[in-house]
C-alpha cells in the first residue's frame, strides 16, 4: 500500500540553525502538506502546496519557512533560523485532491537545543 | 473563529464496553469532517471521511456519524488493540484546511 515517507525520523539542531525535512509524498496525489504538533498539542497547519507553488499558508509560515519540491518526488520543508519554540513533531501529507483525505507521515521529530 | 472541540479528553474502557466519542466544530463552510487514529509517536492515520449531515461510515468495531454541529465515533466492543488517540478534523474554515481537535485518548483495558 502507497505511504508518506519522511526523512529524518529525528533531528537535533541548534537554535540559529538552519533545518531541511524531506517528505516523500504518495505517487500520484497532487496536493501536499506540511503540520506540526508540538507536544501534548492539537495538530496545526502549516501549509499547503500544489501545481509547484503554495496554495495557502497559516500563520506559523512566516519567513523563517520555506517549501520546495526540488523534484519529481521530494517536498520538503526548511526552517531558515531555529527557534527553541520550533521544537515539535513535524508531518508531511498528501492528498489526490482538496477535500480528499490527507494521507499523514510518520512525521520527524525537531528538538532545538 | 473555526473551531474543533473533542471530547472526553482521555477515556477508559473495558474491553467490550462500547461508547461514543464526541467531535463539535464550529467551521463556516464545512466541506469535510475527517477522523484519525494516532498511535504514539507515529502520524495521524487515517479512518473516516464523512461530507453531509446524516452520512454514517463503518469500518469493523468503528462507526462514524455526522450531523450539522457535531460527529460522533461509536466504538463498539473495543478491543486493547483500539487503545489511540482519536483525531477529529474540519475541513473548510477561512483557510480551506484540516482544523483538528485536540483528540481523545482511549485506553482499552482486557
Known amino acids: 500500500e502507497p505511504e508518506v515517507t519522511q526523512t529524518p525520523s529525528h533531528q537535533v539542531t541548534q537554535m540559529g540553525q538552519e533545518v531541511i525535512l524531506r517528505c516523500v509524498p504518495i505517487?500520484?496525489?497532487?496536493?501536499f502538506y506540511w503540520y506540526r504538533q508540538i507536544l501534548g498539542q492539537k495538530v496545526e497547519f502549516l501549509v499547503s502546496?500544489?501545481?509547484?507553488?503554495?496554495?495557502?499558508k497559516s500563520e506559523i509560515f512566516d519567513d523563517q519557512f520555506s517549501v520546495e519540491r526540488p523534484d519529481g518526488s521530494n517536498f520538503t520543508l526548511k526552517i531558515r533560523s531555529t527557534k527553541l519554540e520550533d521544537s515539535a513533531m513535524y508531518f508531511c501529507?498528501?492528498?489526490?485532491?482538496?477535500?480528499?483525505?490527507?494521507?499523514f507521515g510518520p512525521g520527524t521529530r525537531l528538538t532545538v537545543l | 473563529e473555526d473551531q474543533v472541540t473533542q471530547s472526553p479528553e482521555a477515556l477508559r474502557l473495558q474491553e467490550g464496553e462500547s461508547s461514543s466519542l464526541n467531535c463539535s466544530y464550529t467551521?463556516?463552510?464545512?466541506?469535510?469532517l475527517f477522523w484519525y487514529r494516532q498511535d504514539p509517536g507515529k502520524g495521524p492515520e487515517f479512518l473516516f471521511t464523512?461530507?453531509?449531515a446524516g452520512e454514517e461510515k463503518e469500518k469493523e468495531r468503528l462507526k462514524a456519524t455526522l450531523t450539522k454541529k457535531e460527529s460522533f465515533l461509536h466504538i463498539t466492543a473495543p478491543k486493547p488493540e483500539d487503545s489511540a488517540t482519536y483525531l477529529c478534523?474540519?475541513?473548510?474554515?477561512?483557510?480551506?484546511?484540516?482544523?483538528f481537535g485536540k483528540g481523545t485518548k482511549l485506553s482499552v483495558k482486557p
Open positions: 501529507a498528501s492528498s489526490w485532491d482538496r477535500g480528499n483525505e490527507q494521507f
Open positions: 505517487s500520484n496525489h497532487l496536493y
Open positions: 502546496f500544489y501545481n509547484n507553488e503554495i496554495s495557502e
Open positions: 467551521v463556516s463552510g464545512l466541506r469535510g
Open positions: 464523512l461530507y453531509s
Open positions: 478534523a474540519a475541513y473548510g474554515g477561512s483557510q480551506g484546511n484540516l482544523i
